[in-house]
């Protein structure tokens, strides 16, 4: 039987579920008024085709969507609505829409219109491509001057646009089949989202150098059309081999490696909580504790006080990260935090110092922020930290670290976190970030070699915005993009896509892995009026006291038939052999383990795993 929805999601609040559109071999799902999975012959054509409207810190509109109609027909359908969205100071804009498809075309046109002006810092359509098989393939850009460029989709993560002033993008779907998705109505450009996890490149309106927000003047129509063409050459009665079988096949892979550490953040804000909570930290066992302080926010001596009283109650390493104010020389503000730390009795192992206005984004076209030079921030931190390990990077996201790349040649290790819910936040998006992960780790490899590598803190719920002026209050507990509290994080779901998180990022041979707080928003502990089971813990508990348990074990990986249904690795604590299983979908999955040997006491070849379920099997080979 399938869990309670509260259990496995936080709320009660359910997705509207998608309605399934085809024409032939065509298919698309829509979601809200925007397509989803559009697919051809089975096969996933581009990710997303959405009309979408920002406000001012890239927060997104949700439309009331009205007079929609729908229309099935043998090897069409057709879609049509209007959009409104109510800005700031009663400002309005409606947006007509028309959506039609046959068995090798589909057309998504919109128009948009406002009354009253409307400020926002971009309107228009976004096309997602996927990543998995189209990373470093062919394409064909045709840009706005007619001009055609035969090149690749980026294999390693590009900090900035790949392609601009675009016009059209055709790429292999499978082969002898080829898909032209052409734009029209204003100039398009595409950004590459693996550097914020979004499992996609990104082709969007309104190229960044130009100013945002701006404004949509009253009574002025905005017009764009998004065309895909489908051509099939293989002939008619040809059809993709799929793989139909109903069973999930889990087998060994071949890499090999250490489990990380696991980390906890504690925040000034959560010492007092932490504290009370010592019963519990010393039931998970954390290898890390990682520290923040923020002089800009008001941190002082009295919160290295309270991080001095927290590392008495636990026996792993501790380190201290320092957002930088850079209102003075870097020297004399490092030399002043060490101060502060020697008279607060605090004996960080480590310290991680990053610039305060690093952790906001520079888009493409934006100046940088005044900052001192990197070399002169970590040259005043080994003078004033002397004998303690210095590490740097970004405290923000990938995307910081990509685009502002530290000189890691006096770093002791390099560190960013992730976020799943900058751009999307429903069921379905957050659980394909887990896609780019891999990508993000690999491309920081060949940025900075062997170095030892950090991540964290990394959670569904987003600490900092470093796109807009703060992060999304979420009172109602909804799922929303660039929430500072998100429901999932207390339900089954954050549990799963926690586990799954540490699976994607096994093949980095990370130092550290922080996946959460322990008390608070990020926390394994749920506040007093959050109902969850199991005496206050949030599900997400389990995950992080597991894998802290086997913080040092080998791992070997384990390939999937079906990576978007369910994930896997075997841990070798001690001298056991313990097969993980994550399962990151809402419905119940059948695993086949035949190519495994299981422990006496075990018997079948095939389990059945419920909806964002964790199971784990011994094994006897």
Known sequence: MKPEPFLLYGTREAEEPPVHLSAGKLSAHLAHGNLRTVAYDGVEVLRAVSYLVRDRDWGTYHPTIEDL????????????????????????????????????????????????????????FCILHPIVGVAGTPVTVEHVDGQREETRFPDLIDPWQPFKDMRAITHTVLPRVMAECRMEGDTFEMEDQRNWSDASYKTYVRPLALPWPYEIAADEPIRQRIVLTIDDRRGGATSWARNDRR?????RGQNRGVMPSIGLIVTPEETASTLAAREVLAEIKPQELLFHFDPIAGHGIEALQGFAAVTKLHAGKSTLEIALPCKQSPASEAADIAQQIKMAGFRPDAVAISPSVDRQSTPPGSKWPECPPLEDIYAAACAAFPGIRLGGGMLSYFTELNRKRVPAVALGFITHCTNPIVHAADDLSVMQTLEALPFITRSVRSIYGDIPYRIGPSTIPMRQNPYGSRTMDNPAGSRIPMANTDPRHNGLFGEAFAMAYAIQLLGAHLECLTLSALTGSFGLIAGRDEPVADGGKRPVFNTVKSLAALAGSKWQACASSAPSGVLAFIAEPASAKILHLVNITAEEQQIDLSPFQLQKGLSGSFLKIGPYAIERIALAD
């Open 69 to 124: 109609k729908i229309e099935q027909q043998d090897g069409s359908f057709a879609v049509a609505y209007r959009a409104r969205c109510n800005g700031p100071e009663a400002t309005e804009l409606a947006v007509d829409v028309r959506i039609y498809a046959s068995r090798h075309d589909l057309v998504f046109e919109a128009e948009a219109i406002s009354k009253t002006g409307f400020e926002t810092n971009r309107c228009g």
């Open 247 to 251: 069973s999930i096949k889990i087998e």
